[in-house]
């Protein structure tokens, strides 16, 4: 990458592009603190919720979140509302796209900089996680959100070039659009074709963000990863999300018995948060070509039906679900009208049987996704599994849970 891309055109200040808060235009809402073990905080002061556990856990260290947080809590420049830290308006110092952006350069640089091809792959994921969450919560029609993003996938490609195992770009045809791209993470130490996991994600994340979970828990298990994704973000851009929003999907599995390195009669679906919507789907609607789905504190009703529940979601999510349903200027009425339509029992599919197997886990409290939510899911197959998490220790009931997830996904890709 050109070295001017880490000075003068990367931080040159810029003062056209809307603020990121501004580009949904739904009341603002006062919500009680909100703690996520997936989704962070909703904290005073900011309009974006701070995810530190996450963003630790894909590599970030909590001092450097902070040091980077505080740059941006400290400054002095105009904010699109006063009382929000990260709304500095401008591509410039204090603007949280700007800050997480120079960070990740610093961490581009070294990777430049550094002859050893595994520390040098490091140093590129360090930067690539980085420029993701410059990007986050990806609203559409963030245009330096959007420049985050390329710079975050061209970063995680030359990183996923010198780590372990083998990552291939596939790009899929999408019928009446634009095509999608899928990255195929392939362990190394194991032969083709591969076992493989479909991975759906969150709503307010990129494909990129993934890497710690192939490398940890995927890869030790012989089993590659694909990820896609989910509309209207990443190279997925072009495609809003619809009632039928597993529609991608479908087409990416459809088209797997096409790609020499994947076993297609062993693939199963992982999806967390929204994505876990999509999965579910799937273990309806492509029951044949899934050995098994697996759930991680899934969006799939109750969130979707309830004005109560949806009352006490941080703007920053609503605004999300607003952006990826192409009704950033829509009434409140009208998108939770609109809502209601993507609940999977709503649409008719969830509460009746499937064969596919299915997990699903969830954490105590959670306001995204209740308890009832995971055992409607377990219910709803023949070999249904519902998965408690505890509060804490956090990081450690993550990884448990992922771990056990990962087995039960092995058992039924083994069958």
């Not at 886990?361 to 249904?384: H, M, T, V």
Request: include cysteine.
């Amino acid at each position: 990458m050109p070295s001017k891309n880490l000075s003068e055109e990367l931080f040159k200040p810029r003062f056209k592009h809307p603020e990121t808060s501004t580009l949904v235009g739904r009341r603002r809402h006062a919500t009680p603190p909100v703690h996520s073990a997936l989704d962070g905080e909703s904290q005073r002061g900011w309009y974006r919720m701070i995810n530190k556990l996450m963003w630790s856990w894909r590599g970030l260290s909590p001092q450097e979140i902070s040091e980077v947080l505080a740059r941006i809590a400290i400054s002095r420049e105009t904010h699109t509302h006063d009382a929000l830290l990260d709304t500095v308006v401008g591509y410039r110092g204090g603007n949280w796209i700007f800050e997480w952006s120079k960070q990740a350069a610093h961490w581009q640089q070294r990777a430049l900089e550094t002859e050893a091809d595994q520390q040098a792959g490091k140093y590129w994921l360090h930067a690539a996680n980085l420029f993701s969450v410059a990007a986050y919560p990806h609203i559409k029609g963030d245009e330096l959100a959007e420049q985050a993003q390329t710079l975050a996938n061209r970063a995680y490609e030359e990183a996923t070039q010198r780590l372990p195992g083998e990552l291939k770009e596939l790009t899929f045809s999408i019928p009446d659009g634009s095509p999608v791209i899928g990255f195929l993470h392939m362990p190394a130490g194991v032969d083709a074709p591969y076992p493989t996991v479909l991975l759906c994600g969150g709503l307010d994340g990129l494909q990129t963000d993934h890497y710690r979970l192939f490398h940890d828990f995927f890869a030790p298990r012989g089993i590659a990863m694909l990820t896609l994704d989910m509309p209207s973000v990443g190279f997925s851009s072009k495609w809003t999300l619809t009632q039928d929003s597993s529609f991608l999907h479908q087409q990416v599995l459809r088209q797997l018995e096409n790609v020499p390195w994947i076993d297609h009669a062993r693939v199963a679906a992982l999806g967390y948060r929204f994505g876990a919507s999509v999965a579910v789907r799937l273990a309806y609607l492509e029951a044949p070509r899934l050995r098994a789905v697996a759930c991680l504190g899934p969006i799939v009703h109750a969130l979707l039906t309830d004005a109560r529940q949806q009352r006490k979601i941080p703007d920053m999510y609503m605004d999300v679900l607003a952006s990826r349903l192409g009704m950033a200027s829509a009434s409140d009425s009208a998108l939770r009208t609109e809502l209601n339509r993507y609940s999977l029992k709503v649409q008719g599919l969830l509460g009746r049987r499937t064969p596919t197997p299915m997990l699903s886990a969830w954490w105590p409290n959670d306001i995204f996704s209740p308890e009832e939510e995971s055992r409607l899911i377990a219910s709803s197959s023949s070999d249904g599994k519902a998965l408690a998490i505890p509060a804490s220790p956090v990081m450690q009931s993550l990884n448990n849970a992922l771990n056990e997830i990962c087995d039960w996904l092995l058992k039924r890709l083994k069958r």
